[in-house]
T-cell receptor
Framework: KQEVTQIPAALSVPEGENLVLNCSFT??????LQWFRQDPGKGLTSLLL?????REQTSGRLNASLDKSSGRSTLYIAASQPGDSATYLC?????????FGKGTRLSVIA | GAGVSQTPSNKVTEKGKYVELRCDPI?????LYWYRQSLGQGPEFLIY????????DSGLPNDRFFAVRPEGSVSTLKIQRTERGDSAVYLC????????????FGPGTRLTVL
């Protein structure tokens, strides 16, 4: 059974810092990995999708990498802003459509 | 264009009652998914539709939960004899063709069972 773990569970950084969020998964037989953002009381917003054949994807200040063989992904956020404060969720699609981690709660302090 | 919409946004019911939650996917999306999210947890998969049929219902917790998508667009999640443990946010998502595509989520329905 696929399990997804995200470290750290919570992170607080000053504005302007670069930061890395980590995600690991136990079964490397995946179609893709997605990173989502969730604001309090809201649904999920897709940030990046990496297909299993890809190594990384970039969108603006976000860069996500995937190492399928080791079961790891990282989300890099450059020059963090207070508006980046949210919970970031990692999810993998394999035999089950999207298995999620519990998320990393990010606070960017102005 | 319009995103995924879900109604109602909030639903409060009493233990033992029946509830229906509705999802309108993005127009033209053939795949539709239901998830359940408890406080402090990531969403948990319930069921996946491809067109009108349930391609994977392995996440439904028991036979009190049922979902339909009769015309391949709108879907309804039905919960019979609700229990307090059913309280959660129920999220719906859609994707253009299948599980390899980006999933777009609705705002969710917060269900509270008293």
């Amino acid at each position: 059974k696929q399990e997804v773990t995200q470290i750290p569970a919570a992170l607080s950084v000053p504005e302007g810092e670069n930061l890395v969020l980590n995600c690991s998964f136990t079964d490397s037989a995946i179609y893709n990995l997605q990173w989502f953002r969730q604001d309090p009381g809201k649904g999920l917003t897709s940030l990046l999708l990496i297909q299993s054949s890809q190594r990384e994807q970039t969108s603006g200040r976000l860069n996500a990498s995937l190492d399928k063989s080791s079961g790891r992904s990282t989300l890099y956020i450059a020059a963090s802003q207070p508006g980046d404060s949210a919970t970031y969720l990692c999810a993998v699609t394999g035999n089950t459509p999207l298995v999620f981690g519990k998320g990393t709660r990010l606070s960017v302090i102005a | 264009g319009a995103g995924v919409s879900q109604t109602p946004s909030n639903k409060v019911t009493e233990k033992g009652k029946y509830v229906e939650l509705r999802c309108d996917p993005i127009s033209g999306h053939t795949a539709l998914y239901w998830y359940r999210q408890s406080l402090g947890q990531g969403p948990e998969f319930l069921i996946y539709f491809q067109g009108t049929g349930a391609a994977d219902d392995s996440g439904l917790p028991n036979d009190r939960f049922f979902a339909v998508r009769p015309e391949g667009s709108v879907s309804t999640l039905k919960i019979q004899r609700t229990e307090r443990g059913d309280s959660a946010v129920y999220l719906c998502a859609s994707s253009s063709s299948g599980r390899a595509d980006t999933q777009y989520f609705g705002p969710g329905t917060r269900l509270t069972v008293l």
